[in-house]
């Protein structure tokens, strides 16, 4: 037997949902560029779960159920309320909402096609409500219920703040759910493929994925991406900061890749949609920090950014809380979870690996007196 650390390099799974292959990204085979450009991302989530481009009939039905399946019921709300509010990450309220989801739908545990599906379609819609309620409730503000003529992205927006965004708004943060929604077979889809292996239900598997995508090697790294602009704080402090991190030998957070060498596809659109956002808000210094630690960074490790590091920028610059920045990827991110899950229900076999053991050799049992 041979092991990878981390299982680097080893082909897990066939999917048919999204590659990355000599750096460029597709999902379904449409490069990312060309759908950042072009593509919205309500597009994107019937791309990912029916493996083409919707008609615009398909669209309308598709941007009609998740419009219709928003509200979230009575009972979640309420046990948003019961939390330690001030003190709970919005990540951990998730994962524990989305869990809390599965135990008011009945039918949570049928595995049918339709009824998988009206979960994915359930799930997709009530992400965007659990986010921006939970946003609301801990600040002593009563969730906005969402409207059902507007798009999911300009839906979210107007749920978080509660005033219809600006055309500009709704088109950087849909693009930004556009890159999110799916990579391959990232630590967080591995893990909601590896829980519905076992025949598990779709709400385990997004519970478990949302956990995973918590951490700050994985989704999680955007908020600290923000910690580090605002400890850095401008940027002539920027080189100092990087090299003393390098010194200690920590890692820069937005920074390096397992699967790209040259670089990361979606970084350069969330680079220009950072320097468009930042010159809006009249807020450049963030934009400017960023290409600064890029620049020291780049030079020391040679390493480039990844989808975590300009967003963290344009999420600021949206005025959007900085602990709901990784919500704010699991949102876009659910469509890909989903996407997989339909599709390792569909080809399903239990995935279960071995380790290499390195423990002692064999032993024999001490009485308890003796040892
Ligand atoms: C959506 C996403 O999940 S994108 C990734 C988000 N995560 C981050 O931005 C966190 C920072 N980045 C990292 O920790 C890593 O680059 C990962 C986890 C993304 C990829 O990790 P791996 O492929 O396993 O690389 P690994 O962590 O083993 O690093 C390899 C080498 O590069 C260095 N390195 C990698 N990334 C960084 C970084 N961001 N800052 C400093 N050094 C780094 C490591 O220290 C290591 O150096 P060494 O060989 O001298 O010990
Ligand atoms: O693919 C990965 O390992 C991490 C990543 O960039 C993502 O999930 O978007």
Redesign the pocket.
Request: charged residues 25%; aromatic residues 10%.
């Given at each position: 037997m041979t092991s990878s650390?981390?299982l680097?390099g080893i082909v897990a799974t066939q999917s048919a949902i999204s590659s990355i292959i000599d750096d460029t990204l597709t999902y379904v085979g449409y490069d990312i560029d060309d759908l950042a450009y072009n593509a919205s991302f309500e597009e994107v989530v019937y791309l990912l779960w029916h493996k083409k481009l919707p008609n615009k009939e398909e669209l309308t039905q598709l941007k009609k159920q998740l419009a219709d399946n928003m509200s979230l019921p009575q009972e979640v709300l309420n046990h948003f309320k019961t939390y330690p509010i001030n003190e709970v990450h919005p990540m951990a309220a998730l994962r524990t909402a989305v869990s809390l989801l599965g135990l008011y739908d009945k039918d949570a545990e049928v595995m049918s096609d339709e009824s998988n599906y009206e979960k994915a379609i359930s799930l997709q819609a009530k992400i965007a409500t659990l986010v921006t309620a939970f946003a609301r409730i801990r600040k002593g503000q009563e969730p906005v219920a969402p409207k059902s003529e507007l798009g999911y992205a300009e839906n979210f927006l107007y749920m978080l703040s509660g005033k219809l965004p600006e055309a500009i708004e709704i088109e950087a943060f849909d693009k930004a759910l556009v890159l999110?929604a799916d990579?391959e077979l990232?630590?967080?889809t591995f893990t909601a493929r590896v829980c519905v292996a076992t025949l598990s239900d779709m709400y385990s598997g997004v519970t478990a994925a949302i956990g995973a995508?918590k951490g700050?090697?994985?989704?999680?790294?955007?908020e600290?991406?923000m910690k580090m602009l605002m400890e850095i704080g401008s940027e002539d402090k920027a080189e100092a900061y990087i090299l003393e991190?390098?010194a200690n030998?920590?890692?820069?957070?937005?920074?390096?890749?397992?699967?790209y060498r040259l670089g990361?596809p979606r970084a350069k659109h969330l680079r220009d949609m950072s320097k468009q956002l930042t010159t809006l808000s009249g807020e450049e210094k963030w934009y400017n920090i960023s290409l600064k630690v890029e620049e020291v960074?780049t030079a020391e490790?040679n390493?480039p950014?990844?989808?975590?590091?300009y967003s963290a920028s344009v999420y600021h610059s949206l005025g959007i809380d900085h602990d709901l920045f990784t919500p704010i990827?699991a949102v876009s991110r659910i469509s890909g979870w989903i996407a997989h899950i339909l599709e390792q229900y569909e080809n399903n076999r239990l995935i279960r690996p071995r380790a290499e053991y390195n423990g002692p050799g064999m032993q024999k049992y001490i009485p308890i007196e003796e040892r």
């Open positions: 650390k981390g680097e999110h990579h990232n630590a967080s995508l700050p090697l994985h989704g999680g790294a955007n600290q991406v991190k390098l030998k920590e890692k820069i957070m937005g920074f390096g890749h397992r699967v990361d960074f490790k390493l950014p990844n989808v975590d590091f990827f």
